[in-house]
C-alpha cells in the first residue's frame, strides 16, 4: 500500500504565494509519474502540474509561469510553488501518483486526501 501526505494549503491573499508537499510512503518500487490536480466547488478534478515521466513536466495553461512543480526524489515527494495566485486558484488541491509497487513494474493510482487552498481578493 502506498499513501500520499499532502501538506501546505491554507488562506493567502490574491497575489501571494504558497507552497504545497507532497510525500509519498509505503511499498514503493519506483515513482512513474507524480504531481498534482485541483478541484473547485461544483467542477471537475483537473490537472494542475504532474511530472509525467523521467523529468518531463505538464502544466495546466492556467498555471503556466506562475506555479512551478519540483521533486526530491531521495524523500518521494514532490512539490508545488504558486506564486502570484489568484481567486480563481481556490481549490482542494491533490496530490497523484503512479506507482510500481514491486520489480514487475505493475502499476497502480493513488491519490491524496487533498489540502485546501483558498485565495481571498
Known amino acids: 500500500q502506498v499513501q500520499l501526505v499532502e501538506s501546505g494549503g491554507g488562506l493567502v491573499q490574491a497575489g501571494g504565494s504558497l507552497r504545497l508537499s507532497c510525500e509519498a510512503s509505503?511499498?514503493?518500487?519506483?515513482?512513474?509519474?507524480m504531481g498534482w490536480y485541483r478541484q473547485a466547488p461544483g467542477k471537475q478534478r483537473d490537472l494542475v502540474a504532474i511530472y509525467t515521466s523521467g523529468r518531463a513536466t505538464n502544466y495546466a495553461d492556467s498555471v503556466k509561469g506562475r506555479f512551478t512543480i519540483s521533486r526530491d526524489n531521495a524523500k518521494n515527494t514532490v512539490y508545488l510553488q504558486m506564486n502570484s495566485l489568484k481567486p480563481e486558484d481556490t481549490a482542494v488541491y491533490y496530490c497523484?501518483?503512479?506507482?510500481?509497487?514491486?520489480?514487475?513494474?505493475?502499476?497502480?493510482?493513488?491519490w491524496g486526501q487533498g489540502t485546501q487552498v483558498t485565495v481571498s481578493s
Open positions: 497523484y501518483s503512479i506507482v510500481a509497487v514491486n520489480p514487475s513494474m505493475r502499476t497502480f493510482q493513488y
Open positions: 509505503g511499498s514503493i518500487f519506483s515513482i512513474n509519474s
